[in-house]
């Protein structure tokens, strides 16, 4: 049985930690109750993660990322979080300027 709360839409765009929290608790549980294996269950946790960040706009997604590497200390993951994030903003001055090159305005100093 879901407790009520987690029947609810999961997605907390201000709060992203509370839906990477709920949303563990809520495959977790789901998994066991079908009686599925630990790895089944981190290979659906991680898939349902995947789909809602490829849905966050591009800065919304950089806020998230922002937000794991406080969280997650000197772990393995953080330089490719890191490295990720770079690659992002990168990419999201680059569309800035390519807008702006096309306005005819002057590229940012950025470049």
Known sequence: VVPARLE???LHRQHPQVLFHQEDSHLEGHATSQG?????????????????LEALPLRELLAVMARLELHTGNSPDLRAIKELR???QQQEHQDIDEGRERRGGE???EE
Request: glycine share 0%; proline share 8%; net charge positive.
């Open 36 to 52: 599925d294996s630990n790895e089944q269950a981190l290979d659906a946790m991680r898939r349902a993660l995947v789909r809602r």
């Open 86 to 88: 770079t690659q992002l």
């Open 107 to 109: 590229p940012s100093q």
């Open 8 to 10: 609810k839409p999961l």
